[in-house]
């Protein structure tokens, strides 16, 4: 197995907890709509996809679902709510990241959005330890297609079997293994320091 040079996280349900049903959940006093019903319409525009891969604006994306919902949120109340989902106590502790640090190039390799990810840097600093992040609606590309994982590995700075990645989605661990990625589903912290581990990292 290669000497590993660079460590690469998801982000959503690796680094940081999130619960979409918290978001519908605020939505549905905005809306006439039960909770349950609301992912089916949000599903049902397209438009997630098209945020996420940085293709179509916030504000933009923020009217057409209020559209879709049949209300008239503010774009501020709607990015309040849309971020409603993180949880406040982040999967790995920062320590893990500031140890890996010392060794490793680490980056964060994440599908997101501009709306999500503006308030989760204002809220997680764990994520100002990283060396680089790869996010979906900048790079215009979303896991598991290969375009992301390019940037990925072009982010590590190092060839792709000199990296190791871990994602809680295993469609996208397979995605980045056909990168050439050593990765590994997440399944919680201990089997992540196991997998670490495996590969001759101290932790």
Not at 134 to 155: F, G, N, Q, T
Request: hydrophobic share 50%; with cysteine.
């Amino acid at each position: 197995m290669s000497q590993l040079k660079t460590i690469i996280f998801d982000l959503g349900n690796v680094i940081i907890p999130f619960d979409f049903r918290r978001g519908y959940a605020a939505l549905e006093p905005l809306v006439n709509l039960p909770a349950a019903e609301i992912p089916e319409r949000i599903r049902a525009t397209g438009l997630v996809p098209e945020l996420e891969s940085g293709r179509i604006e916030p504000h933009a994306f923020v009217a057409a679902i209020n559209s879709a919902l049949e209300t008239d949120i503010s774009y501020e109340k709607f990015r309040e709510i849309w971020s409603s989902i993180f949880l406040p106590d982040t999967l790995i502790p920062a320590s893990l990241v500031e140890t890996l640090k010392s060794n490793y190039r680490m980056v964060v390799l994440s599908n997101t959005n501009a709306i999500h990810f503006e308030m989760v840097w204002e809220v997680y600093p764990i994520l100002r330890l990283f060396d680089e992040l790869v996010l979906s609606h900048e790079v215009k590309a979303m896991k598991p297609e290969p375009a992301i994982y390019a940037a990925a590995i072009a982010a590590a700075r190092a060839e792709p079997h000199e990296c190791f990645f871990t994602d809680d989605i295993p469609a996208y661990v397979e995605g980045a293994r056909a990168a050439g990625i050593q990765a590994e589903q997440f399944l919680g912290y201990e089997k992540l320091l196991g997998d670490l581990r495996a590969r001759g990292v101290a932790v």
